[in-house]
């Protein structure tokens, strides 16, 4: 069975620094792992994916995350915070399309930004 | 460019009540979802359709019904609301080829 961790609920940062979101996976299959966002009172939107193809996934917003199989992880970065990147991100887990596409969720992490 | 449309955006129900909520997607997508989002929860599975006609529990279906008589509409229903099940609805959908989703807006249901 698959399942997606999330280390840490709540993420502050101070605007311009580094924002790392910590995310660890179980899967038995390769997986296809994604990121999320969503800000307040809206759905979820597409950040990143990761396919099997470069392990180091460039997304919009100048986010990128790492895929590294030996550590079963795939942290979310960003060189520099800025305060409208405030918001829930969720990293989620597929099987791809053998599976139908479903994904797992992580709980997600708030990442709040401070001046 | 509508995408996933989901209504209502707000509902209130009393314990035991029915509703239905409706997902309707204009990219010709095959497949289609629906999640509840409980805090600390991240977003679960409830049901989901791999195509007109076709349906399958996901991971929390208890309590709900789905049908999708139509490819670009989904709908999930409640027959007796119950207060475990105020959370926050969304309806996603994905190409057959592709691996992404597209999420509605939301529904928060309050059941009380």
């Known amino acids: 069975a698959q399942s997606v961790t999330q280390l840490g609920s709540h993420v502050s940062v101070s605007e311009g620094a580094l924002v790392l979101l910590r995310c660890n996976y179980s899967s038995s299959v390769p997986p296809y792992l994604f990121w999320y966002v969503q800000y307040p009172n809206q759905g979820l939107q597409l950040l990143l994916k990761y396919t099997s193809a470069a392990t180091l996934v460039k997304g919009i917003n100048d986010f990128e995350a790492e895929f590294k199989k030996s550590e079963t992880s795939f942290h979310l970065t960003k060189p520099s915070a800025h305060m409208s990147d405030a918001a829930e991100y969720f990293c989620?887990?597929?099987?791809?399309?053998?599976?139908?596409?479903?994904?797992?969720f992580g709980a997600g992490t708030r990442l709040a930004v401070h001046p | 460019n509508a995408g996933v449309t989901q209504t209502p955006k707000f509902r209130v129900l009393k314990t035991g009540q029915s509703m239905t909520l409706l997902c309707a997607q204009d990219m010709n997508h095959e497949y289609m979802y629906w999640y509840r989002q409980d805090p600390g929860m991240g977003l679960r599975l409830i049901h989901y359709?791999?195509?007109?006609?076709?349906?399958a529990k996901g991971e929390v279906p208890d309590g709900y019904n789905v049908s999708r008589l139509k490819k670009q509409n989904f709908l999930l229903g409640l027959e007796s609301a119950a207060p475990s099940q105020t959370s926050v609805y969304f309806c996603?959908?994905?190409?057959?080829?592709?691996?992404?989703?597209?999420f509605g807006a939301g529904t928060r249901l309050s059941v009380l």
């Open positions: 989620a887990v597929s099987d791809g399309t053998g599976g139908y596409n479903k994904l797992i």
């Open positions: 359709s791999v195509g007109e006609g076709t349906t």
């Open positions: 996603a959908s994905t190409a057959l080829a592709k691996n992404i989703q597209y």
